[in-house]
């Protein structure tokens, strides 16, 4: 998932009044007991349909609203996938055939029993509508044209999947927990097509689902408020509402939490959390997100082609500085491209800032004098800043650097056609399973530049490994989860020695909280934050 989409917000309108701080001095102003308020930077949001939605604040608001044949359980994220609206499962001997048995008893937000016809409709038309996650659920071989026969239910309590070859069971339920995998109640959206649309222009501005909460409105770019289903299977949440505010600036989330005025604050800089730790009435939490940030060289570079200059600039970055500096407390070091917790992660980080090895490794490259080299990257504070780090590290070996910047939307279009040199940016996982990444940084079927790869990091880098491509093809389709898991820290330790990419550091979310909220779950690396479980 590219770094363009985040976060989201909003306003409490009329019929909710947040008292303002009172002027007691280190009194708080408290939002109403049973109401949740965030300020997050929720500005991404452009559908709510969930087999449309795939921006990280739209997984938020979608993972609060609609269940998933498969799930999480917040308690203990690292448990992997649980039962959801399947209460359990069989995979047929030869790995193609998953039949789910559905749970008895949900109902879905508008009094609808929850029925294997919902979730072929929702699976179906996550195929037939082809948005632009609709490949998490498309790459198992299912097409408009053999849906009826590869996604159907059986009965009302009984739904079938076959996949068109075998893959690892763990990589085919850890995509139906993705957002594009919720399923939505089939009766009210047939009720709201227009056109054959499968009910897209309603969805994106409503809700259909069987989650802990429903739509009560959404303000694109200001908020959203959301309303608890008192029918909620787990049990009817503690906030009755939840009300997320789009708030953009550091400084306001801070100061809003300071006076009382809202429960979580979501996108602080270091500096705000720092502030924030110092202050009894408040708390912070850390959680290790998916997120990594990364500079790649392009490999139709003569000079970057060299391996001895791909290997020189990745010790020619200060990860330890960066991290303990400009970073600090909200980026630690990592070397790998899958995200820590993730099936296979490995910790092993074998590079560090050493400037005479670099210059010997250039020296034996032919380049002992050092070259012009141009970086491109996003115009967002932290990126900039470690372009500007690289720079003066890289100056330290006689690189001489220029650094471009440009929008999201500028610097992907380069990137994308493989006109640049060095590429500062992030990738997140699309969904929790290790191939998520692996497919994007080490699998590249075809580098010829007509074949247009751009969703695959290796091909966008002009990687061609058709050695790596292959293992990776064979990791996905490795039934033993523990055999599984060793081929993809193999990956990783051959992807850090060979490859034009350098992972420098794994997200971690930092949020600001008042000190009586408590059970308010991010995520992880692996899904999207939960409301319901949160209490005061």
């Given amino acids: 998932m590219e770094m363009m989409r985040k976060l989201s917000a909003v306003a409490l309108g009329a019929a909710l009044i947040v008292p303002l701080a009172v002027s007691v001095p280190q009194a708080l102003a408290e939002t109403p007991a049973n109401i949740l308020v965030i300020a997050s930077q929720i500005d991404d949001i452009v559908s709510l349909d969930p087999q449309e939605s795939f921006e ?12 998933s044949l498969v799930s999480f359980d917040p308690a203990d994220l690292s448990k992997g996938y649980q039962p959801d609206i399947a209460e359990s499962w069989e995979v047929s001997g030869d790995g193609k055939v998953f039949t789910f048995k559905i749970r008895s008893g949900m109902t879905f937000t508008s009094g609808n029993p929850v029925t294997a016809r919902d979730v072929e409709y929702s699976l179906q038309r996550a195929v037939a509508m082809e948005k632009t996650p609709s490949f998490i659920v498309t790459q198992f071989g299912f097409t408009a044209d053999n849906m009826g026969e590869t996604l159907k239910a059986l009965d009302d309590n009984t739904f079938q999947l076959t996949t068109d070859k075998k893959y690892a069971t763990s990589f085919v339920l850890n995509c139906l927990t993705a957002t594009i995998a919720y399923i939505v109640d089939s009766e009210t959206v047939k009720a709201n097509e227009v056109d054959g649309d499968w009910g897209n222009a309603w969805l994106k501005t409503n809700s259909a689902g069987s989650g802990a909460y429903k739509l009560v409105n959404w303000k694109p770019n200001e908020s959203y408020t959301l309303e608890a289903n008192p029918n909620f299977y787990k049990g009817e949440p503690a906030m009755k509402r939840v009300v997320v505010r789009n708030i953009q600036e550091s400084a306001t989330q801070r100061l809003l939490l300071e006076k009382g005025d809202i429960d979580i604050a979501r996108n602080l800089s270091p500096e705000d ?4 730790e110092s202050n009894s009435a408040l708390a912070v939490d850390n959680d290790l997100r998916g997120r990594i940030l990364y500079f790649s060289m392009n490999q139709s570079d003569p000079i970057l082609a060299n391996p001895k200059v791909v290997e020189a600039l990745k010790y020619l970055a200060d990860y330890e500085a960066m991290a303990n500096s400009f970073l600090k407390g909200q980026y630690t070091v990592h070397q790998a491209f899958l995200p820590l917790t993730y099936l296979g992660e490995l910790k ?10 670099a210059k010997a490794l250039l020296a034996e490259a032919g380049y002992a004098d050092g070259f012009d080299l141009e970086i491109i990257v996003r115009t967002a504070q932290e990126r900039v800043e470690i372009a500007q780090a690289l720079q003066n590290n890289f100056a330290q070996a006689g690189i001489n650097v220029s650094i471009t910047q440009g929008t999201g939307k500028q610097t992907l279009a380069r990137y994308r056609a493989r006109e640049f040199q060095i590429y500062v940016g992030a990738w997140g996982p699309d969904y929790p ?48 989860t523990e055999k599984r898991a060793q081929m993809y820290v193999e990956i990783q330790r051959w992807h850090q020695r060979v490859s034009p990419f350098a992972p420098m550091f ?19 690396a692996i899904t999207a934050a939960y409301y319901w479980t949160v209490t005061k």
């Fill in 506 to 524: 794994q997200k971690i979310e930092q949020i600001g909280r008042l000190a009586n909220v408590k059970g308010f779950v991010t995520g992880s």
């Fill in 56 to 67: 990280f604040s739209g997984s938020d608001i979608a993972n609060n609203m609609y269940g």
């Fill in 273 to 276: 959390i720092s502030a924030i």
């Fill in 348 to 357: 092993e980080k074998p590079y560090s800032l050493n400037v005479d090895r």
């Fill in 433 to 480: 399973d290790p191939h998520t990444n692996a497919d994007t940084f080490a699998h590249n079927p075809d580098n010829r530049i007509e074949a247009k790869l751009t969703g695959k990091l290796a091909w966008r880098n002009s990687w061609n490994i058709p050695a790596m491509t292959a293992a990776t093809e064979a990791a996905v389709a490795e039934a033993d």
